[in-house]
C-alpha cells in the first residue's frame, strides 16, 4: 500500500501539509537495485480526465488514477464544485456531479498545484461560468495562461482578470479556429483546457499547435469515451465537432511514462538491473534511444522493459523537448544520472529553460554541475558523497533521490512534500528493488532528536518538549 493517503476524502489540512513538507527520506547509497517494479498510472493524464469529468452528465469511472497529493488535491477542488469524488474498494475512482452551482476555485488549491487550472476550461463549457485564481510562476520559472485565456476568448469565452482570478462567462461556446504556438512551443495543460471546452462549443474547432503528448491523447480518448467527436488525436491539428451533451464512462488512464523512466534510471545510477512493468514501451522511444545510447542494454516486450548495466552510464547531451523529445520531467534525473558519467555532458532544456534549481543539491553530492549560459554543463566524477539536500521541486526531488542511491555514505533528502506530489510510493517501489531507503516523519525525527526542526501542531509541540528541545 503507498505511503501518501490515499483515501480521497478530504484535502490535506494545512499542519498535515507542513507535517508532509517536513518529511524526508534517508538513503544508504551504494546498493545496485535489482527486481521489477510496477508502474503506476500517469499524473499527468489522470488529472485533466478528472477535472473533464465536469463536463459529463453521468457518473465517471476511472481505473489507475494513481495514489497522490495532487489528486487529492483535485479531489477536493472537484467536491468543492459539487462533485462526489471517491476511492472504491477496487481502487478505481468514482466522479460524479451532485450539485451544478459552484464555478469558483479558490487560490488555496491552484496555488499548493497547478493542474488544478484545468478546471477552467470544464467549467466553462459545462457551467458557463469559471472563476479560477491564476496560478502565477513557480519554482521551475514563468507559467504563464495566455494561450489557455487566448484559446477560450477564440471560443468565445468573456475572460477579464480580477484579483488574481480568472474570470470566465460564455452564454455557449462556439466553434473556431486556434493556434496554441507560443515562443516556447504549444502548451501541455492549454491544449487540455481548450480541448475540454471545444467539445461542448456548437460547431466545429480547429486547434493547431496542440500537444501531442500520450497524456492528451489519452484525455482525447476519454472524452471520445464520454460521446465527444475529436478527430486527429496525436497530432498538431485537432478538430473537434461540438456535441450537445457528454455521457458518463469506465476508462483506464495510461501508464506513467515519468515514473518507468525515473526507475529505468535508478536501475540505471546503481548499475543495476531493474523491470518496470505495466507500461506503454512506444511512449518511452526517447528515453529508451538515449539510455541505450548511454551504454544500458534494453530488453523491450509489450508491457515490460528491462534496463542492465554494464558499468556507468556513457556521457551524453540532453536536450528536453515536447513529446516525442526528452520530456523536461526527466532532465533533473539525467543530470543526476550524468554526473557519474566519465566526461563531458550537456543538458539543455527547451521547454523550461530555468529549470536547474537542482544542480546546486546535486553539487552539494560532490558532482561537478554548473549552469553555462542556458545549458548544465556536467563533468562525470567517479564518485558522489551523501549529504543532507533539500528537493526543490517533484522532479528535483526525483533527481536527488537518484543521487543518493548511487551516492557513497548517507543521503537525506527534505521537501518530500515535492515527490508526494508526482510518485506513487516510490521510496517503497525503490526498497522492493533493494535500496536502503526509508522514509522518516515528523514524528519520527522529533524521536531521532532533530530538534531543531520547526515544529508543526500540539502533538509535535508536546512530544518536543518532552524530548527536552
Ligand atoms: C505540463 C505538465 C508538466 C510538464 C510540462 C511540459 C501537467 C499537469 N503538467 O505542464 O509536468 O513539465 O507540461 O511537458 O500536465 N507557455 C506559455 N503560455 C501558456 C502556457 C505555457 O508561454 O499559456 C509556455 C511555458 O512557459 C513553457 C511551455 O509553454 O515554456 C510549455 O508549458 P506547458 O506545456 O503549458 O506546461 P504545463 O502544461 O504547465
Known amino acids: 500500500m503507498p505511503r501518501q493517503s490515499c483515501q480521497l476524502r478530504a484535502t490535506l489540512s494545512p499542519s498535515a501539509a507542513e507535517r ?43 481505473d489507475r488514477v494513481p495514489c497522490l497529493a495532487d489528486v487529492e488535491t483535485l ?9 462526489d469524488v471517491h476511492r472504491s474498494d477496487d481502487g478505481s475512482l468514482s466522479v460524479e456531479t451532485i450539485d451544478r452551482r459552484a464555478f469558483h476555485t479558490g487560490y488555496a488549491h491552484v496555488r499548493r498545484m497547478r493542474a488544478s487550472f484545468c478546471v477552467l476550461g470544464p467549467l466553462l463549457a459545462r457551467r458557463r461560468r469559471a ?29 477579464r482578470i480580477e484579483r488574481g482570478n480568472v474570470v470566465a462567462h460564455a452564454s455557449r461556446l462556439r466553434g473556431a479556429r486556434i493556434d496554441l504556438a507560443g515562443p516556447s512551443g504549444t502548451t501541455v495543460t492549454g491544449t487540455t483546457n481548450v480541448m475540454s471546452a471545444a467539445v461542448l462549443a456548437s460547431g466545429v474547432t480547429t486547434i493547431t499547435s496542440a500537444a501531442v503528448e ?16 475529436i478527430e486527429g488525436l496525436g497530432t498538431s491539428t485537432l478538430r473537434i465537432h461540438g456535441v450537445e451533451q457528454l455521457g458518463g464512462a469506465d476508462y483506464r488512464v495510461i501508464p506513467d511514462r515519468i515514473e518507468a523512466a525515473t526507475l529505468l534510471l535508478a536501475g540505471a545510477i546503481t548499475q543495476g538491473r531493474v523491470t518496470v512493468a505495466g507500461v506503454e514501451p512506444d511512449h518511452l522511444a526517447s528515453v529508451l534511444d538515449q539510455l541505450d545510447a548511454a551504454g544500458f542494454q534494453l530488453d523491450v516486450e509489450s508491457d515490460r522493459i528491462t534496463l542492465a548495466s554494464c558499468g556507468p552510464a556513457r556521457p551524453r547531451d540532453i536536450v528536453a523537448r515536447p513529446y516525442p523529445g526528452m520530456p523536461t520531467d526527466l532532465q533533473a534525473q539525467w543530470t ?25 543539491e546535486l553539487q552539494r553530492l560532490g558532482a561537478d554541475v554548473r549552469l553555462e549560459g ?25 533527481a536527488l533521490v537518484l543521487a543518493g542511491l548511487a551516492a557513497k555514505g548517507e543521503t537525506v533528502v527534505s521537501g518530500l512534500n515535492h515527490l508526494d506530489r508526482g510518485y506513487e510510493d516510490l521510496d517503497g517501489k525503490l526498497a522492493r528493488l533493494g ?20 515544529l508543526v501542531g500540539p502533538v509535535n509541540r508536546n512530544s518536543a518538549s518532552r524530548a527536552g528541545c
Do not use: W, Y
Not at 35 to 61: F, Y
Open 131 to 159: 472563476v479560477v485564481s491564476l496560478p502565477g510562476g513557480c519554482r521551475i520559472g514563468p507559467r504563464p495562461v495566455d494561450l489557455h485565456l487566448r484559446g477560450l476568448a477564440a471560443l468565445g469565452a468573456d475572460l
Open 336 to 360: 543526476a544520472l550524468l554526473a557519474l558519467a566519465p566526461g563531458t555532458s550537456r543538458v539543455v532544456d527547451t521547454v523550461f529553460p530555468q529549470r536547474f534549481q537542482h544542480l546546486a
Open 435 to 454: 535500496a536502503e531507503i526509508r522514509r522518516e516523519e515528523v514524528h519520527d525525527m522529533i524521536d531521532h532528536r532533530a530538534c531543531c526542526i520547526p
Open 214 to 229: 500520450p497524456e492528451i491523447v489519452d484525455l482525447g480518448r476519454f472524452l471520445n469515451r464520454m460521446g465527444a467527436r
Open 374 to 398: 542556458a545549458n548544465a554543463a556536467i563533468r562525470g566524477v567517479g564518485e558522489l558523497a551523501g549529504a543532507p539536500v533539500r528537493a526543490t521541486d517533484l522532479r528535483a526531488g526525483a
Open 75 to 83: 479531489a477536493s477542488v472537484l467536491r468543492r464544485l459539487g462533485i
Open 20 to 62: 508532509q513538507a517536513l518529511g524526508r527520506l534517508r538513503i544508504g547509497g551504494g546498493r545496485r537495485l535489482h527486481g521489477i517494479v510496477h508502474v503506476a498510472g500517469a499524473k499527468n493524464a489522470a488529472l485533466p480526465i478528472m477535472a473533464a469529468a465536469i463536463l459529463a452528465d453521468e457518473p465517471i469511472r476511472l
